[in-house]
């Protein structure tokens, strides 16, 4: 029935609608590569402790409205 793996994939709402949907954007990891990976997380969570705090820039207030979000050099580093 298909390979067993961790999908990481992307969501959005659609304008007007109440159902999430998936995005053609994902990562499929086989479960080696899972463990693999948990290891590695776990090794730069330890090393660099701020990185486990850290926000998205998409989370920050300035990017609750479309014209924030373009003025945003991280999100958008070829603009200006």
Same mark, same amino acid.
């Given at each position: 029935?298909?390979?067993?793996?961790?999908?990481? !994939?992307?969501?959005?709402?659609?304008?007007? #609608?109440?159902? %999430?949907?998936?995005?053609? /954007?994902?990562?499929?990891? !086989?479960?080696?590569?899972?463990?693999?990976? #948990?290891?590695? %997380?776990?090794?730069?969570? /330890?090393?660099?402790?701020?990185?486990?705090?850290?926000?998205?820039?998409?989370?920050?207030?300035?990017?609750?409205?479309?014209?924030?979000?373009?003025?945003?050099?991280?999100?958008n580093?070829?603009?200006?």
């Amino acid at each position: 029935m298909g390979f067993k793996c961790v999908d990481f !994939r992307q969501f959005y709402m659609p304008y007007g #609608k109440t159902k %999430v949907k998936p995005t053609r /954007n994902s990562i499929a990891l !086989r479960l080696t590569e899972w463990e693999q990976m #948990k290891k590695v %997380v776990e090794l730069i969570n /330890n090393a660099y402790p701020a990185l486990a705090g850290a926000i998205p820039c998409y989370f920050e207030d300035d990017h609750q409205n479309q014209l924030g979000a373009l003025d945003c050099k991280e999100c958008n580093p070829f603009m200006q």
